[in-house]
């Protein structure tokens, strides 16, 4: 068992947590406004993250790059958020009962490749880092003054004073 790898798992799902509870607020319409970003609107934003996160899960389970939920999703966007939080604990569970030092082979553009799933989980938490950030600029692009602070520290910080 990595503590870091748990440390950061419940970051994760602490941050994403963090994004929900605001984005929950917003009415339907302002979350799928069109935004100039790396995806057209914050639920697409969204529905990326959680794809990377079960498509990392189900490689990392021998199952294959499946995101048949997410590409057939056809919910609101509580649901998804719900559905999305699901699967950040599902990875969670995944990262504390797995040896994160076996190695996950994979071919790409004619390449083989081999990385130990630590590395992989790590590049599900940053990877998800990055993309709530940019939801966090979305916000504010779209006039949102009222947004959540996801910084890694800042989870050190509210769980050093939960434990006080």
């Known amino acids: 068992m990595n503590q870091t790898h748990i440390d950061f798992a419940n970051y994760n799902i602490w941050a994403n947590n963090k994004i929900i509870e605001s984005l929950s607020q917003l009415n339907e319409e302002l979350l799928n406004q069109k935004i100039e970003a790396s995806f057209p609107s914050i639920m697409k934003t969204v529905s990326h993250l959680w794809m990377a996160e079960m498509g990392w899960l189900s490689r990392l389970q021998a199952k294959g790059w499946e995101v048949s939920e997410i590409t057939n999703f056809s919910g609101t966007p509580y649901e998804l958020f719900e559905s999305w939080q699901k699967t950040s604990t599902e990875f969670k569970s995944f990262v504390e009962n797995t040896d994160l030092e076996q190695k996950l082979p994979f071919d790409h553009k004619g390449e083989s490749y081999s990385i130990p799933f ?47």
């Open 118 to 164: 630590r590395e992989i989980a790590q590049t599900v938490f940053t990877h998800g880092s990055y993309h709530r950030g940019q939801v966090i600029m979305m916000m504010r692009q779209l006039g949102i003054t009222n947004v959540p602070k996801t910084d890694y520290i800042e989870w050190v910080r509210q769980k050093a004073k939960a434990n006080d």
